[in-house]
């Protein structure tokens, strides 16, 4: 008798449970459009917020309810995922050119003599809102390693030799998460170019010739050389400071031997040859 | 010459955290003095077993779990050691003591990341573990017995709240024997005026505030004593309470865990209100005889909860 | 019981080292470099160009703006050049750089020692003369006078507080200056006071001047509504809010002004140099600077033109010391690190600090152990650790809700914490943050 009222007592407790949870889950249902728990599932998943959403399942919701594509792009799956995002809801992806986080900074330790010690909190934005650094450039890196910080894919570290961050170019996936962290908005992103071929300028400081130049041995000093080399009309001096529009770049790399203070750096290039005009013509013809 | 930059302020107090773990260790030799006297041997070797095997623990998680450099002597292993002991009967065997240290360091404390990130006071998680693996070991209590030699080998008794629960009519000892130690309990819990002279220390030191201990004592103090007015016969009186059991070492040393406690003034008020109710309650009416680890524990998990809704008194109103 | 702020505050060791030191004048250096931006608000336009002669309280550099402020000439010379130049921010930015010939007087200017009581002025006429002088709060905020002194329409002043606390350690410039001048600075008060429509002034003083105190009673008993106050010793007690709460018990709500509970507060610094643009017609060409440390031979207190190099100063003081770690533009708590002897001094620079370099050096950050030791000592009541990590983990919603604004950048959190964190570093870093989106939201 004591076990049937148990086993009956029991029951019906979890009758009207059951009945409960049944009418709760009709009642508060929310319908989700099955097309973007697909696209989610193609997504990389690392809610970086690098296409502008909150999150992969923002960017999937917008995917999904926008018309067209347009202005939708996940620079962290680039190109494939974005094919894959468009077969599912069968609409065109535009192609995005791939692009690379740049550090605009060449100045390390031995360019860029030290004028004081920084005992602060070890943060980049700490400092800057400080003082202008530990040297007399009030433009470059601190090397505290904001953007280290911050990078969801460990493409980015500080080279303890310069002390300055160092972009690994197959892990970096664009999602510009450095580029808003640094402070003095040195990391910028570019085209990835042919073969990871760039030519920049790297750096950003604005000081005229001679103070910049005193602070740091690698600045730029804005004196025009590289802009009167340029056959292409790509680089701009303005504020005392070139900068290499990347659009209009050739890759000639005709401007980085000009420039007297070794400012322009170019990645991923066959070491010069004797006639480096021939080179030239060869990365010309490739990026067409 | 390269100056050194850093933003303001540029002066510091001085105080560490080593200073606040030592400091507590200082308040704390009074009412070890008083647990070496009345329980001898024992209380020494349970003491010295307990701060040991914290210090290895602490070390070998440190060194080769965690791989980084051990920070053993900023004093708070030292102190989980103290602590646990004084929770513990002066006849408890070694190897179980070992185990409450490495329930305590390695589940209590360094599971949620070491010194600062844990959720509950590591002694009372070393202790309450104990207390449920091992019931007949730690509830068997050594009776005083002035500079005894004997550790495990001991005569043992009731403590003052197993007699009142039991309600077979026995005599308490007298408030003389609860106010200098001379009673049966854990070793460290039993020397009221010892434990209390502690807490002067502390709060000279500036280490702890009022509020906590206060707040628990008072707590107890009127819920047992309105107890004690509805029906004196059956519920013992508030002063029995208030210098009984592990009350006093609770409030004093392990409620005012800073980890493990809310940051505001009226946050440690309402948790040591908390912490006297449950106490109490599990004192009047639960199965144990004591409850100030069980009330401590339970608060040290509502902490979070009492730092998200109890801000300190802001400026200007709210 | 001497009066006090009610909600947290420290007392670091005061280390007057310069208290009772007389004021010494120093001499105009050969070269000044006088920035274009010595206060809060919109930097001066500079008037003059390369090659303009100067003489002491020429126009320099004009206000640009409402929140702005006048800027002259602290020496009698030739502009030699208009360019960047290092100063108390840790920034270059825009200066006037002048070279030293001789020491002219504009004519205007009452140069005579002697001391002048009465004088016939409105309140407009005050308010006007502190405008043109360039005067900000010498405190070490350096908010334009003037603006302090117009009250947003709807508001009305009932007190004036004068802020003679100097609660940052070492600090003793107000000290020596109520000493010397307080004749001088009582007539300040009363011309703040009139400029304000107020009958009631209380000059607060923290209670380890007690010289300064009895000697300003005295005195007081001459002018009338001017009541001289001691304070308990405590840092921060010259904070605006935190001084407020201690004279007259009334707690500036959040994110409101002074005004709002009918207090104005003025530096005793302002007082008399709003003494001495009304009744002398001397624009802010020179204050005084305490230069010390324990490692200083000779800590005094001096009176500095503007733009003079901190070098000068720390010359006069007997050198820099051997194993100087740090220098410090200002008070401990919350003065600026200054990473060159070539920054000059500005209206703001309230002392120059020399720390030897085991002084300076903090030590190593280690985990929060939550003894809400920095939450007891906050005098605005907000939850320090609790903003540093919102700061850290950049969560603005969090540190919003608990008030990050409201903190006044005192350092009392730091200066406690035993894990050697951090904590103002962070918060100063999230209130800017918090701010910056607060803003955009109005906009």
């Not at chain 1, 420039?259 to 010069?272: D, M, S, V, Y």
């Not at chain 3, 809010?241 to 507060?265: C, E, H, T, Y």
């Not at chain 3, 608990?402 to 100063?428: F, K, M, Q, V, W």
């Amino acid at each position: 008798m004591m076990i049937l009222i148990a086993v009956i007592s029991l029951g019906v407790i979890g009758a009207v449970g059951a009945l409960f949870l049944y009418a709760a889950s009709k009642k508060f249902e929310v319908y989700e459009d099955p097309r973007i728990g697909q696209v989610q599932e193609v997504l990389p998943g690392a809610n970086c917020g690098a296409c502008g959403y909150p999150g992969c399942s923002g960017f999937a919701t917008a995917c999904v309810k926008s018309d067209t594509m347009d202005g939708l792009n996940c620079p962290v799956g680039g190109a494939a995922t974005m094919a894959q995002v468009s077969t599912i809801l069968g609409k065109d992806a535009g192609t995005a050119e791939p692009m690379v986080a740049v550090v605009r900074c060449n100045g390390n330790c031995d360019a860029r003599p030290k004028t004081n010690r920084y005992d602060g909190a070890r943060n980049c934005s700490v400092a800057s809102s400080l003082y202008m650094g530990e040297t007399g450039c009030s433009y470059g890196c601190f090397g505290f390693g904001d953007c280290v910080t911050v990078c969801a894919f460990d493409a980015i570290h500080i080279n303890p030799q310069t002390g300055l961050p160092e972009v690994d170019d197959d892990k970096c996936t664009s999602c510009g998460l450095c580029v808003k962290a640094c402070p003095r908005k040195i990391i910028e992103l570019r085209k990835k170019g042919p073969k990871s071929r760039r030519v920049f300028v790297s750096c950003i400081n604005k000081d005229k010739g001679g103070v910049a130049r005193k602070a740091c041995a690698n600045a730029c000093i804005g004196c025009g050389k590289c802009a009167k080399e340029c056959a292409f009309d790509a680089i701009t001096i303005e504020n005392n400071l070139a900068y290499i529009d990347y659009n209009k770049c050739r890759l000639c790399r005709k401007c980085a031997p000009v420039c007297p203070t070794g400012a322009i750096l170019e990645t991923n290039f066959p070491p010069r040859k004797e006639k480096a005009v021939e080179t030239a013509t060869e990365n010309t013809n490739k990026t067409e | 010459m390269n100056l050194y930059v850093s933003p303001s302020p540029h002066i510091h107090s001085g105080d560490s955290i080593s200073k606040n773990m030592y400091g507590v260790l200082i308040a704390l030799i009074p009412a070890f003095l008083v647990s070496l006297y009345f329980f001898g041997l024992g209380a020494l070797v349970v003491t010295l077993v307990s701060v040991a095997s914290c210090l290895l623990f602490e070390f070998l998680i440190q060194k080769f779990l965690m791989k980084k450099e051990p920070t053993l002597w900023d004093g708070s292993a030292i102190l989980t050691g103290v602590l646990l002991a004084f929770n513990l009967p002066s006849n408890l065997p070694v190897w179980i003591i070992v185990i409450g240290a490495l329930v305590a360091i390695g589940i209590g404390k360094m599971s949620f990341g070491g010194l600062g990130n844990n959720i509950f006071n590591p002694a009372l998680v070393g202790r309450i573990f104990l207390l449920i693996s091992f019931p007949a070991q730690m509830t068997t209590w050594p009776v005083p017995e002035v500079m005894s030699m004997n550790y495990t080998d001991v005569e043992t008794g009731a403590t003052i709240l197993t007699l009142i629960k039991d309600g077979t009519g026995a005599e308490l000892p007298s408030y003389v024997q609860m106010l200098t130690g001379d009673r049966a309990g854990s070793l460290g819990e039993v020397g009221a005026i010892a434990l209390v002279l502690g807490l002067l220390f502390m709060l000279w030191r500036k280490i702890i505030t009022w509020h906590i201990p206060v707040s628990i004592l008072a707590t107890v103090a009127a819920f047992t004593g309105i107890m004690y007015a509805v029906d004196p016969t059956q519920y013992a009186n508030p002063l029995v309470h208030l210098l009984s059991g592990g009350l006093l070492l609770g409030a004093i040393f392990m409620a005012t865990d800073y980890v493990t406690s809310p940051l505001s003034k009226a946050g440690m008020i309402v948790y040591g209100i908390g912490i006297g109710l449950l106490t109490s309650v599990i004192r009047l009416w639960g199965s144990y005889p004591e409850g100030m680890s069980f009330a401590i524990f339970i608060m040290n998990a509502f902490t979070p909860l009492i730092n998200s809704y109890i801000k300190p008194k802001h400026f200007g109103g709210n | 019981m001497l009066k006090t702020f009610r909600i947290g505050g420290i007392h670091p060791p005061e280390n007057k080292l310069s208290a009772g030191k007389k004021i010494t004048p120093l001499a105009p250096p050969e070269q000044v470099i006088i920035p274009l931006s010595q206060h809060i608000g919109a930097p001066a336009a500079a008037v003059v160009k390369k090659g303009d002669p100067v003489r002491v309280g020429s126009l320099v550099g004009k206000a640009n703006g409402f929140v702005s402020a006048n800027i002259h000439s602290s020496v009698s010379g030739k502009v030699s050049k208009i360019d960047d130049a290092l100063d108390a921010s840790g920034y270059r930015r825009p200066a006037i750089f002048i070279d030293v010939e001789g020491d002219e007087w504009e004519e205007s200017i009452d140069r005579t020692e002697t001391f002048v009581r009465e004088k016939a002025v409105t309140a407009e006429q005050i308010i006007q003369r502190i405008t043109e002088a360039g005067i900000v709060g010498l405190g070490g905020a350096t908010f334009p006078t003037q603006v302090k002194l117009t009250p947003p329409p709807g508001s009305k002043a009932e007190i004036l507080i004068i802020n003679a606390a100097e609660c940052e350690p070492y600090l003793t410039a107000d000290h020596t200056l109520m000493l010397e001048k307080g004749e001088e600075v009582l007539t300040g008060t009363s011309l703040l006071m009139k400029a304000i429509h107020v009958t009631k002034a209380v000059i607060g003083i923290e209670n380890n001047k007690k010289d300064a105190i009895s000697h300003l009673q005295r005195l007081a008993a001459n002018y009338k509504g001017i009541e001289v106050m001691a304070l308990k010793t405590q840092y921060p007690q010259g904070g605006e809010k935190q001084l407020i709460d201690s004279i007259i018990r009334r707690q500036v709500k959040s994110g409101a002004l002074p005004i709002s509970v009918g207090a104005v507060v003025q530096n005793v610094g302002t007082a008399f140099a709003v003494y001495e643009a009304v009744m002398k017609n001397k624009p802010l060409i020179e204050r005084i600077v305490t230069v010390t440390g324990k490692a200083v031979t000779n800590a005094s207190n001096f009176r500095v033109r503007i733009g003079t190099p901190i070098q000068k100063l720390i010359d006069a003081a007997g050198g820099l010391p051997e194993g100087t770690g740090k220098i410090i533009g200002g008070g401990p708590m919350m003065g600026k690190a200054l990473i060159s002897t070539d920054v000059p001094v500005a209206k703001g620079s309230s002392g120059v600090l020399i720390l030897s370099e085991e002084e300076a050096r903090r030590k190593p950050m280690m985990d929060c152990i939550r003894c809400a030791k920095c939450v007891n000592v906050c005098p605005m009541g907000i939850n320090p650790t609790t903003l540093m990590t919102a700061t850290e983990f950049t969560n603005w919603e969090l540190a919003e809700k608990n008030h990050i604004t409201d903190c006044i950048e005192c350092g009392s959190c730091t200066y406690t914490c035993p894990a050697n964190r951090p904590l103002l570093d962070y918060i100063r870093l999230g209130k800017g943050k918090v701010m910056g989106i607060i803003r955009s939201r109005k906009a």
